[in-house]
């Protein structure tokens, strides 16, 4: 099982006006377009970041096969934010397809990112009832990954108690 920080790079989907100019509108964080989950394994060291990889693409909402970069595991922080300045080019990817007035912001928030991506990093997170509350809203999720786990009796049940329970 491994845990950290997930970030993602989503498109922002657009749609018509509704209501007055003053009226609540809907905003869809849609198409992903690359991930890195800047993660330890729980049996690990915290800030090892042994498990650390990323998706430089998708197919629909299904990312690409895991990528592996001496460079992230070594300093994941830097790397991170290496990638947001970049807009995904610096380890080598094809970059981001952003909107040009997204791609001319989105560096200038590389530091915010990192520093959200740090405080719920894998050494914050220093008990299961930690690490489930900040994870409760993707417990489904959570509980797909167990189920389809290609070696379930090496789960750590009492760890997982949390997301497995029904609330």
Do not use: K
């Not at 993660?39 to 990889?53: C, M, T, V």
């Not at 894998?122 to 690490?131: I, K």
């Not at 379930?152 to 329970?165: C, E, G, I, T, V």
């Amino acid at each position: 099982m491994e845990h950290g920080a997930r970030i993602e790079i989503r498109e922002l989907s657009q749609h018509p006006h509704r209501g007055s100019e003053s009226a609540s509108q809907l905003t869809t964080v849609d198409r992903p377009l690359w991930r890195a989950d800047l993660f330890d394994r729980l049996a690990d060291p915290p800030g090892s970041f042994a498990a650390a990889h990323y998706h430089p693409r998708f197919t629909g909402n299904e990312p690409s096969a895991r990528h592996w970069d001496t460079r992230l595991t070594a300093d994941p922080w830097t790397w991170l934010g290496d990638q947001i300045t970049s807009l995904g080019t610096a380890a080598g990817g094809a970059g981001w397809p952003l909107d040009p007035g997204d791609a001319a912001e989105l560096p200038g928030l590389a530091g915010a990112v990192v520093a959200t991506a740090r405080r719920l990093g894998p050494a914050e997170c220093r008990s299961a009832a930690e690490c489930f509350q900040l994870t409760r809203d993707v417990q489904d999720a959570v509980r797909l990954m167990i189920a389809t786990l290609r070696a379930p009796q090496d789960l750590d049940r009492d760890r997982a108690a949390p997301w497995l329970a029904r609330t």
